[in-house]
């Protein structure tokens, strides 16, 4: 049984730096598309960012947050990082991990949430001002 569990989420204060981590278990992902999703209180669930190994590790950013979170995985490939700088108010959400064992064309990331297979349970994440 496939299993995501994510960590690293609390309170924190604007400008101030987070790393949630997601760890896989019950299978190896290899050359999967591990990503981060975020939902608000009252608002649809967005993508934040995407890794995938295929020869080379391709990544992508919602524009939101580009510049100021990095996501990466570990050699194992079933970990999989996203590190929050200058945080603000508006990066307050539960974040979700997810995976999707798709192989797609050439550069191309899952950005969609119907296009992942796996999802954790979220963590939260909330940044006062």
């Known amino acids: 049984q496939v299993k995501l569990v994510e960590s690293g989420g609390g309170l924190v204060q604007t400008g101030d730096s987070l790393r949630l981590s997601c760890t896989a278990s019950g299978r190896t992902f290899r050359r999967a598309t591990m990503g981060w999703f975020r939902q608000a209180p009252g608002e649809e669930q967005k993508f934040v960012a995407a890794?995938?190994?295929?020869?080379?590790?391709?990544?992508r950013y919602a524009d939101s947050v580009k510049g100021r979170f990095t996501i990466n995985t570990d050699n194992s490939e079933n970990t999989v990082n996203l590190q929050m700088t200058s945080l603000k108010p508006e990066d307050t959400a539960v974040y979700y991990c997810?995976?999707?064992?798709?192989?797609?064309?050439?550069?191309?990331?899952?950005?969609?949430?119907?296009?992942?297979?796996?999802w954790g349970q979220g963590t939260q994440v909330t940044v006062s001002s």
């Open positions: 890794i995938r190994s295929s020869g080379a590790y391709f990544v």
């Open positions: 997810a995976v999707a064992t798709g192989v797609p064309s050439s550069s191309y990331i899952y950005t969609r949430g119907d296009e992942y297979d796996y």
